[in-house]
């Protein structure tokens, strides 16, 4: 058995604004966080393989990103502040069309690169290539929720769900159990019903959730109430999309009837500020879902249009926006914002049994982040510090599955030179220079 102490941080365990351990330890066995408490609580501290000397800092647990395309930092600069369908039909799907999975497994590298070094630890992805992705993913020690991006009005819309079935059978529930599996129709303006009808097949088949773009702009919404006279939420409602586990992304233009139907049915929203932001596609009616009762994540999207993968800065966001389009301070406050980026995201993607919380029983995905630094001081309440005053280069420490794929900043699992190299031919080859 491997036995791993962390000591002397002081522990927000998400459990409540108020659980939270002044200088406590916390003990993880085989990747299973085992206990959890004061200084020299942890029963048989005396035999471990690893300590960690925490002081001055904040466990709490990884961020969990719900929404990205992560191979995407190929594209990071390379299009930006342009109207969205100009964006995607002149630069992004020319581009991406030059990709091969050898790219995309390079690209998703950077993107766990930069994720592990903001303190995420977990991140929701669809994608093409979703074999090379995993690779990455297994390579890098990171969990992820995958998914195989399938347009169904394109000739390649079969061969899309082929690779999603071999996707769910070759890596649902692999690399250690941090790879899980989802269906990934891109958006009902791009999938019709008939499409819709086999992705459902395909997931009552294999027990699989589905990872869709939902209401992310006006025109689609025009689209689809042109097209079947409903709005897209209640257009997938009415063809049963509901009765499966849904993670919706954007959720941007909704009425009230459709955040009732997510609220009820919806196993999760992901939240993308910064991307709904740069693209002007509008502002998610978040304060009002939750109202509702809804789960939401949060999500950055992919670094396209963002431009990076920053869960700080995007929860520190999200909470913004969501203030000053309502006109109250109140909505989002620092502690919600945080359980968003982390408990709520893991339960946005079905992963709230086993991460999201610093709790007995959870796999351990735990970062530390350095409260020393003079933007964290004074401390009068440390989960504002956080949410509002914390940089990712703050985050010193990154455990995931019980393992440490960061350990004061240097990232074990990966050749951050090599990623970067490659990176950077290949995104010189993708442009056409
Ligand atoms: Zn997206």
């Known amino acids: 058995m491997n036995k791993l102490l962390i000591r002397g941080a002081t522990i927000l365990t998400m459990e409540g604004p108020d659980a939270i351990i002044d200088t406590g330890e916390i003990l993880i066995e085989d990747g299973w966080i085992t206990h959890v408490g004061l200084p020299g609580s942890a029963s048989g501290s005396f035999d471990m393989d690893e300590v960690i000397e925490a002081d001055g800092q904040v466990a709490m647990p990884g961020f969990i990103n719900c929404h990205t395309h992560a191979a995407m930092t190929l594209l990071r600069g390379y299009a930006d502040d342009l109207p969205l369908m100009k964006w995607l039909s002149e630069k992004i799907w020319p581009f991406e069309g030059r990709m091969t999975g050898e790219d995309i497994y390079w690209g998703t590298m950077l993107a766990c690169l930069e994720m592990i070094k903001s303190g995420t630890t977990c991140f929701g992805d669809m994608y093409d290539h979703m074999h090379d992705v995993a690779r990455a993913v297994e390579n890098t020690g990171m969990r992820a929720m995958l998914s195989r991006g399938m347009i169904g009005v394109l000739p390649t819309g079969e061969k899309a769900l082929a690779d999603a079935e071999e996707l769910a059978k070759n890596w649902n529930g692999k690399a250690d159990g941090r790879i899980t599996v989802m269906l990934g129709p891109h958006a009902p303006y791009t999938c019709p019903p008939e499409y819709l009808d086999k992705v459902m097949n395909l997931a009552a088949k294999f027990k699989l959730g589905i990872n869709i773009h939902v209401a992310e702009t006006l025109a689609e919404v025009e689209e689809i109430k042109k097209q079947y006279g409903k709005t897209p939420v209640q257009h997938l409602d009415s063809l049963g999309l509901f009765k499966f586990p849904v993670l919706a992304a954007h959720c941007v233009h909704l009425d009230e009837q459709d955040m009732e139907i997510l609220a009820q049915k919806a196993m999760g929203i992901a939240y993308n500020p910064q991307s709904n932001m740069k693209l002007a596609s509008g502002i998610a009616p978040v304060a009002r879902l939750l109202e509702l009762g809804a789960t939401v994540g949060i999500g950055t999207d992919g670094t396209a249009s963002n431009n990076n993968l920053d869960m700080l800065e995007e929860l520190r966001t999200g909470s913004y926006l969501q203030k000053v389009s309502t006109m109250n301070p109140e909505v989002i406050p620092a502690y919600r914002a945080l359980q968003m980026a982390t408990i709520d995201g893991a339960l946005c993607m079905g992963l709230g049994d086993r991460v999201g919380l ?55 699992t990966i050749d951050e030179e090599r990623v970067m190299y490659e990176v950077r031919e290949r995104a010189e080859r993708l442009a056409g220079k």
Request: overall charge negative; aromatic content about 2%; charged content about 25%.
């Open 358 to 412: 610093i709790k007995e029983g959870m796999r351990a995905d735990i970062i530390l982040i350095d409260t020393t630094e003079p933007h964290m001081c004074p401390r009068h309440n440390l989960v504002a510090n956080i949410a509002y005053a914390a940089n990712a280069s703050d985050v010193r420490t990154v455990i995931i599955d019980g393992k440490v794929v960061m350990l004061d900043r240097v990232v074990l």
